[in-house]
Nanobody, 122 residues
């Protein structure tokens, strides 16, 4: 069982930065593939970034060179550093986890957080 709690969302002007955090609680020592997704009003949820068990990041083209996904295993925390934010980055951001990289890559992870809102104004 995995519990995910996001924080760090807020309102920022275009060009600004935010860092999202996801506190991870799990009942086993199994290693999960972690990721960030987002959903804008009226749109489907989309993948933003994943981080594999060995720390390799995978980014969607829309956020490459602006967002950085990382994790601190000692603190059981996943991060998403977001720089050069654009109005189109406005969305609810969700942390996710799964044992299967395929399932999370396909947008079907087993575990989801409750989300944190990011609003970018122009």
């Amino acid at each position: 069982q995995v519990q995910l709690v996001e924080s760090g969302g807020g309102s920022v002007q275009a060009g600004g930065s935010l860092r999202l955090s996801c506190a991870v609680s799990r009942s086993t020592d199994r290693s999960y593939v972690m990721g960030w997704f987002r959903q804008a009003p009226g749109k489907e949820r989309e993948k933003v970034a994943l981080i594999e068990r060995d720390g390799t990041p995978i980014y969607e083209d829309s956020v490459k060179a602006r967002f950085t996904i990382s994790q601190d295993n000692a603190k059981n925390t996943l991060y998403l550093q977001m720089n050069a934010l654009k109005p189109e980055d406005t969305a609810m951001y969700y942390c996710a986890a799964d044992l299967s990289i395929l399932d999370i890559f396909l947008g079907k992870p087993k575990y989801w957080g409750q989300g944190t809102q990011v609003t970018v104004s122009s």
